[in-house]
């Protein structure tokens, strides 16, 4: 643990899906010192982050830049393009995904929560927390309302909370295949820039996303992506907005400003960050996260214990839920990780919690880091009794021995 009057030696282990590791690059471009957000030089940092950003979500389309978390990001998507007592069609893979559906309601909205229905007999978990969106399930439910009342399909395309991606181009395709215009909208908030992302290409309408994930920048700033149908709603809803809003913002941005104070600094870092992966490219930045997670559950089926993703089609390439023996509390386990090796996991949550952990493998990491943060983990298995089938770090070793990074430092 890091307090101002203790510092343990070493780096703190930060294996959480989110916030993650800030490489240093970003930590020193932080601390540059902050200009004039009207001056002449913030406009060229401005454009720079814009269009930098439009590259990430693959879009020719407005993004916008909002100095807060996510969560702010979700509020926006919702308000600028929805009225008052519309109905929603949200998908429950997770946690996350139950806390926009609960925002939707605070706001007014009526939210429908689709589920895949069932338990898991062997884990008693939920099986709607260990698949991805059933895009059959959206399209018969759209079948079904033939006067258009639903106005929105919102799904989360990386479910940080279970570990489980989703297939946004399936839900667009069976969207169009039902001919119902509702508009898509994808939180994608730890997917992007580490999980392939493709807004324009997958048809979605709002894409929702935030910093402090694959972007590998420090809390702070989020996002929406907008298609011109979301841009076209937003000029006809009717839910109240003014810091949300759109239509400033997107007219101020073209010459590179905001109409408020926007957040120098982390623009500084996010100009790093996004020299750092469209420098390396985003088909090897997706690749890496690949191949760690293909090491991560290496060790995890190695222990012998679940992986909280049942398909291993659709595992997320950011984090692994490790799912923990009954009888098991996942959360003293992680207590007692932490203490021990100063390495913070991601705790269950909702659903789940007590009955899972999250090893993020996202953000500034490579091969020992993992294998390090693996090793606290297997000491923790170890210490807290858990019977394991035997070695995950060795499995993982073997695993990344064995399948070289294509753009790691042998090919370098
Ligand atoms: C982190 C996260 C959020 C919440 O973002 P905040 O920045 O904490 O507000 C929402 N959805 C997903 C999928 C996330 O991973």
């Not at 759109?246 to 790093?272: F, Q």
């Not at 009954?326 to 090796?341: C, E, K, S």
């Amino acid at each position: 643990m890091i307090t101002l009057d203790h510092h343990p030696s070493g780096r703190h282990f930060l294996q959480i899906p989110g916030p993650s590791p800030v490489p240093d690059r970003l930590l020193r471009a932080l601390s540059l010192p902050t200009i004039d957000h009207r001056g002449p030089e913030f406009a060229a940092l401005g454009k720079r982050v814009l269009s930098g950003m439009q590259q990430v979500f693959g879009t020719q389309h407005p993004v916008v830049i909002y100095p807060a978390s996510g969560t702010g990001a979700w509020e926006a998507a919702l308000v600028n393009t929805l009225s008052p007592g519309d109905a929603v069609l949200m998908y429950e893979t997770g946690h996350f995904a139950s806390l926009w559906q609960k925002m939707a309601r605070r706001l007014g909205l009526v939210p429908e929560f689709l589920a895949r229905p069932g338990t898991c007999a062997a884990t008693g978990l939920p099986l709607s927390w260990r698949h991805g969106v059933d895009a059959a399930l959206i399209g018969e439910r759209l079948r079904a309302d033939p006067g258009h009342r639903i106005k929105a399909v919102c799904v989360v395309h990386n479910e940080t909370s279970t570990g489980v991606t989703s297939d946004i181009a399936a839900v667009r395709a069976a969207i169009d295949a039902a001919g119902h215009p509702a508009l898509l909208m994808v939180d994608t908030i730890s997917g992007l820039a580490s999980a392939d992302y493709r807004h324009d290409e997958w048809g979605v309408d709002v894409s929702v996303s935030g910093s402090q994930k694959g972007l590998m920048l420090p809390p702070g700033i989020s996002f929406n992506a907008l298609s011109p149908k979301a841009l076209e709603a937003s000029r006809h809803a009717g839910c109240a907005k003014a810091f949300w809003a759109w239509d400033e913002i997107v007219e101020m941005n073209r010459t590179g400003y905001w109409p408020y104070t926007p957040n120098t600094n982390l623009l500084y870092a996010l100009s790093e960050s996004l020299d750092l992966l469209l420098t390396q490219g985003l088909p090897a930045v997706f690749a890496r996260h690949q191949r760690w997670a293909a090491g991560v559950r290496a060790a995890v089926q190695a222990w012998g214990l679940p992986i909280q993703c049942a398909d291993p089609a659709v595992c997320s390439p950011v984090l692994t839920g490790v799912v923990t023996p009954a009888g098991v509390d996942a959360d003293a386990l992680r207590a007692l990780i932490h203490r021990r090796f100063d390495l913070s996991l991601g705790t269950g949550l909702g659903k789940v919690k007590g009955r899972m952990f999250r090893i993020g493998h996202l953000g500034d990491c490579n091969d020992l880091t993992l294998m390090a943060a693996l090793s606290g983990v297997e000491m923790g298995l170890r210490l807290a009794g858990v019977p394991l089938a035997g070695s995950g770090v060795q499995a993982a070793m073997d695993h990344f021995a064995g399948h070289p990074a294509p753009d790691g430092p042998a090919a370098g």
